[in-house]
Nanobody
Framework: QVQLVESGGGLVQAGGSLRLSCAAS????????MGWYRQAPGKQRELVAT???????NYADSVKGRFTISRDNAKNTLFVQMNGLNPEDTAVYYC?????????????WGQGTQVTVSS
């Protein structure tokens, strides 16, 4: 069992930046993959970015070039740096831990952190 706690959300103006953090209750060194999802009001949950334990990253087309996912195994923390934010990025962002088997399978979830981008 892995407990995940997100932080760093908030209100930001369009064009601004935020860095979300996700602290894990256990060592993430052996977790095969971690990722960030988001869910905007009235929309389905969307996979934003993933990172494997060898550092391979993947991004949704909607955030490529603006978001950067990273992990600090020594601090058991996952990050996502979000630049060039726009109102369409407004959502609750969820950290998760999982694995890849053809696609990413999240197994453990945080409770989410709200990101609101004003125009």
């Amino acid at each position: 069992q892995v407990q995940l706690v997100e932080s760093g959300g908030g209100l930001v103006q369009a064009g601004g930046s935020l860095r979300l953090s996700c602290a894990a209750s256990t060592s993430i060194f052996k977790i095969p993959a971690m990722g960030w999802y988001r869910q905007a009001p009235g929309k389905q949950r969307e996979l934003v970015a993933t990172i494997t334990n060898d550092g391979t990253t993947n991004y949704a087309d909607s955030v490529k070039g603006r978001f950067t996912i990273s992990r600090d195994n020594a601090k058991n923390t996952l990050f996502v740096q979000m630049n060039g934010l726009n109102p369409e990025d407004t959502a609750v962002y969820y950290c998760n831990a999982g694995y890849f088997n053809g696609r990413y399978y999240p197994q453990f979830w945080g409770q989410g952190t709200q990101v609101t981008v004003s125009s």
